[in-house]
């Protein structure tokens, strides 16, 4: 049977929390809806727990459970380790696992900072050479209408880039009562609303436009500085918008279970809740960018808009399967911006799913990053976004927390990869 | 382990295209989201054509597929029918599935006529009696924000029910050269717009209002009488929304495969294209429903608003993650619709999702279906929309299609249910 | 000097409260911001009440106020008299004035009868043939982005309509204790929310079509029977969209003043709060209608929408600004409404008024009337909507009412004009 | 009678072009809506060209017109000084007018300089203590809806300030080909689109959190450094949002006229065309803001978020009678920004105008701005902005300038008014 000498793609995931539940729908969805030249296989699921990570393996559809990465590294019918745990384990897990011969997908931020990302990037580009491939998942970049929109700039279809303004707006910190958790602290977390979210339009950003950037002006900001430990927490007073899902558990087995704080306890947060942030591209085209997660009534509102010489197109996630377009070249009296329901065969990855207007979900971007993940790999191509693109995004978080410790001052950035 | 000792379902599809294939990845997603008292098992899909059974049985995660629906009806390991075929066809297996002992899932409209409608929901009584459960697949009632709006509405929220206005608007029949198909047959769909779209907007003003309908009087038109037949049909001209994924292929192995017309054949357009509504609710609020596929530049444009003594709740699927709601006892200085993302862990099914702002898609509903439909076999509770919803539904249509071949005179609604 | 040789018209108004003190703007502004061939006079204003009249003219720029309008009619410095009192005076008041050879601009609804419209329209006609001119106020037809959705559907950027869906939705009697007023008194109003509000999207299905309409099946209702006598009325509950100034004070002078009732005094509504169409245009092309004056949230939401063979235009009169416009014949890919900001110099009326993006407001459109009224005049042509084109939309609306009393038959509409 | 006896206040205005023709329908039209303590009278429009000011008298209805405006100020019978010229001329004019004892209205900007509008301060300080007031034209904070946002944030209802995002984006000079006009030219205008759009959001950040700036980083930037001389340009290309009014003829009588240029003459834009900052309240909050005449298919959208503690307001202009609120304190369940449609009796403004839904336009804000400029006089009360206002406004965007010309530098605002 055809279907049965397809090669085998052997997937170990590590972490079950957020990131590896929808990790796990992907890798169970993908071929369901796409023909992939490969076979992905969801061999092991690791978490520290054994208990946890088994229930983890049952519940996420992997056919075993494991709590040594190391070992799980070392299998033989493991072809791909699929990182999905808190930023700071990121590089030592790839780096084995590169080196192990093994294909890697890490969660973003690739890493906590610019050394472990450049030393992620030289093992995967010592890996390449021998046919392993490295990838990060800023999956929003598989977000079909965010896809199409780069397509229509790549064609031209707004002329040159001439600005990009983007923003990432969460609210689930707005309530000065909603706990501590491993998110808010900067030796597991790297940065706050910067890493967790900021990266996600620097990287689109980059996306989009096909370029770097060049310098950045930062502001970082703390709006609460001391919050109550995970057991103290009350329950939140205000009630909109305090998702109880991104808190203590979201370590996914990797986070260290601690003892159970007394009542009044409280911790210090180590890292911003907001940034803000001005830019110039490699072309010299100005960006600003903000992300915060204090924007009351904002859910998931990461929009971006690119101004062109000749058009526009504009985003909002909160409205994630539309996008809008400005053609500049069409006559002023039927101009404007064209909601484009980004649900059509034409459309990127549309093919395989509804027909129009039944509109995808946020477990989409993750199915796709899968699909086109395991075709680079057969195509023996890196997939992008590659461990350089990811090491971009790093020096770009680095610089704008350098900027905002010396007043703002522009900082440069310079890529000097190898290729 | 107590995951093993749940009962199983052994569940059969039958059909598996457009519809089979939301309804699978239902099957496959539930269990992996939600704790549910039995555990589906996906024994065996079932087609007419042998080769496309296999290869969807493969496809879509069913362990076997199988061309003679009767006998599978018959297996004992087989628990649960999923009738996704054509209209034409729901009765027949629907009762014989019923008077098998097996639970049945059937996708809307219920059927193609009252008469089967009638026969079916006898053999739902008759099956009730003996613990066996028949439920309609009238899905939009578990989009989360529908739900919701459900919930206010039942709560008090917007007093007491005024009016109902809905819409279900799409255009991928709105270039007159996209092909025939079996959705344009008589024989086959029942009727066009009307049972395939205006169906869902009766179903969900009844499930909003907690109500049905008194009496109607309705308009059908068609404004394309003839098309040319599949494999005649030119590439569309017009290319903005031909949804190329509803035509012919769409029976799912229950469609005559039909010799290969020569290039010109036309063939004859036997449903409405568009109907309009004005309705009464038992309690004498009016009601105002539109269906057309021909609605350029609509998707899939379910659109309802219900307006109360004391607020009003509106939503488009267009936007499926939105409930506005409009509470008339604040002061009007604040007052406004209020834009509810529904994706907090307060919303109903989204417990078991990602966090707020992101957003679910339209197969999610199909995957909340299957949670209600075994949550409901489990505690021998019959689910709702259940047969006798789909049986007052297809009166509602026959009485429009009634009224309207009348001068849309005003047709009263009788439902004689055994209660 | 060119300005001073401008032939004058003498103006008259009869009737100074809401309508009054809009149309006063318009004459105002008309001269400010347009070039027009006559330069408007604004002589007298008329009211029953001569201190109230005098404050009137004061107050909105009227030279002088009078008692009498039979007076003012014969006045040889009045050339054109504006009605802005309630429906039951409009036949009296109009066809004395085309009588004395003035011309005649009414306020919507021309009449509250088919009857009266027929004598205005034969008025009209007799005296057309003498160089006087009528014309009723229906002005939303001079909404910047309802006259572009008018021209782009004149030149066929839409093919063929297929389909209208109109609403007219307002919240402003959805608070039960709202007290009565003249628009709930059938003698003095004729309908309810189908007068009020239903003539003008009828009205406006005509200008955008270019079509009338063949007939009608329709139902009205009334949810609040009773209300308080207007003294007697408690400040509303329910504060979210009790608009205070439409209420007892609206006659504008022309309104009985009453003696005060007592506390518990409640009077008859005896007009419909909603009103529910099915109609075709001659062409067949299906229409359906909503006029609600209950629909909480809805402050003033006229919303129209027409379906052609080749595209789609869309409006929201809560965003007056702007047009949605669907080009069936782009490609798919980039195909979807298309937002255009009604405010360039290319639209309708805009050349006079602000740059890009800087909005017009409610009363523009009634100085957009003055400016085609006054060129119409001056042109020696009929301004439309003319006396004819109101007496079909009276047509439309007994027909609505004649359908509801008879189980919503189908009632064709029969126009006889002479021409 | 009571009308009659109410003091006069003697208006002049200087410049009659765009910013004239809206300020004259301002005048015109606030006594006929609003009560006014005092009269105001439109006493002469003073501009370069005698003709010119003549037509521009009769049509915008001011009962003279004047080429020298110093011989106006010191004219008995004027006692306030509207000023609508460009930047370079306000601050000699408006020195000269409180000098003689005349109110002054000053469009916005101030001034071209901070050392320009703290003259013009000094002067208004002396003035004030004798009973001469001065304003500054920031008008949008006489949006009904932006005047709303103000009030419920100085009432607690979004907590305390945490952030402020805005944006300030038009489109008009997207097209390369549009020409030069004097709102290029540094010398006229003293900056590009940060004074001309970006001052009104600095002064809408004041106006809305009650603060003032504690320090910027800014980013200019000028994407088309050389454009066509007025009248070599050709007809614009691409068509989409060339607003045509903006152009040459602007300066309204104060422009240098020009030789015409040869076929080919281009000239240098000396301004900026964006402008990108960072800032940061007196409370420490940060603020993130832009400011561009080069965003495709905006047409003025002026949009303003502000993030509390305890809620969030957002505001664009585009869809001007809209606040979007969100309160965080209520239940999660029903959380959501809320749609005001500040068209209400209840909100700031709309007692006068028309009932609920019934939108108003650009130039109301206009009109709103005289009725608090006269009964600030008449209250013997300094109406804001005040000079002040208007001077820290310019302070910031003369620290912004400094900050883009000094790698970003974080540039410290001191306000050191004599109070």
């Not at 490969?38 to 992997?62: C, N, T």
């Not at 009044?264 to 960006?287: K, N, Y």
């Amino acid at each position: 049977m055809a279907e049965r000498e397809k090669p085998r793609l052997g997937v170990a995931m590590i972490g079950h929390s957020f990131m590896g539940r929808v990790h796990s729908q992907a890798w169970r969805s993908a071929t369901r809806f796409f023909d992939l030249p490969m076979e992905p296989r969801m061999r092991v699921v690791v978490g520290r727990d054994a208990q946890r990570s088994k229930i983890a393996a049952q519940r996420l559809g992997w056919v075993e459970s494991a709590t040594d990465w190391r070992r799980v590294i070392e299998r033989k019918d493991v072809d791909l380790i699929d990182i999905c745990t808190p930023g700071d384990t990121h590089a030592e897990i790839a780096e084995a696992a590169l080196q192990a011969g093994k294909h890697v997908l890490v969660e973003k931020p690739m890493a906590n900072s610019v050394a472990e990302a450049q030393r992620m990037n030289d093992a995967a580009h010592r890996a390449r050479a021998r046919g392993v491939h490295a990838m990060v998942g800023f999956t929003y970049r598989r977000v079909p209408a965010l896809k199409l929109a780069q397509e229509l700039i790549a064609e031209g279809r707004i002329g040159e880039v001439r600005q990009v303004r983007a923003q990432y707006l969460q609210d689930w910190l707005g309530d000065e009562s909603a706990p501590l958790s491993w998110r808010l602290d900067k030796t597991r977390a790297g940065s706050g609303a910067l890493g967790d979210i900021g990266a996600h339009i620097v990287d689109l950003t980059c996306f989009l436009t096909g370029q770097r950037f060049a310098g950045v002006s930062g502001m970082l900001e703390t709006f609460v500085a001391e919050r109550p430990l995970a057991a103290a927490a009350p329950v939140p007073v205000a009630g909109g918008g305090i998702g109880g899902s991104r808190g203590g558990g979201l370590g996914g087995g990797f986070e260290a279970s601690g003892e159970a704080p007394g009542p009044a306890a409280m911790g210090q947060v180590t890292v911003d809740d907001a940034a803000l942030v001005t830019a110039r591209l490699i072309s010299g085209a100005p960006v600003i960018l903000e992300a915060s997660r204090f924007a009351w009534g904002r859910k998931n509102a990461l929009r971006i808009e690119i101004s062109g010489s000749r058009g526009a197109v504009s985003f909002d996630f909160e409205d994630m399967n539309v996008l809008h377009y400005y053609d500049a070249t069409q006559p002023g009296r039927t101009a404007g911006f064209t909601r484009i329901l980004a649900t059509e065969p034409e459309h990127p990855y549309l093919e395989a799913w509804w027909p129009p207007g039944h509109g995808l979900g946020y477990e989409h971007g993750f199915t796709h990053q899968v699909v086109d993940l395991v075709r680079g790999i057969a195509a023996g191509e890196d997939p992008r976004p590659s461990f350089e693109d990811g090491l971009h995004v790093q020096r770009v978080l680095e610089a704008i927390e350098h900027s905002s410790g010396t007043a703002q001052q522009w900082t440069e950035i310079h890529d000097q990869e190898r290729r």
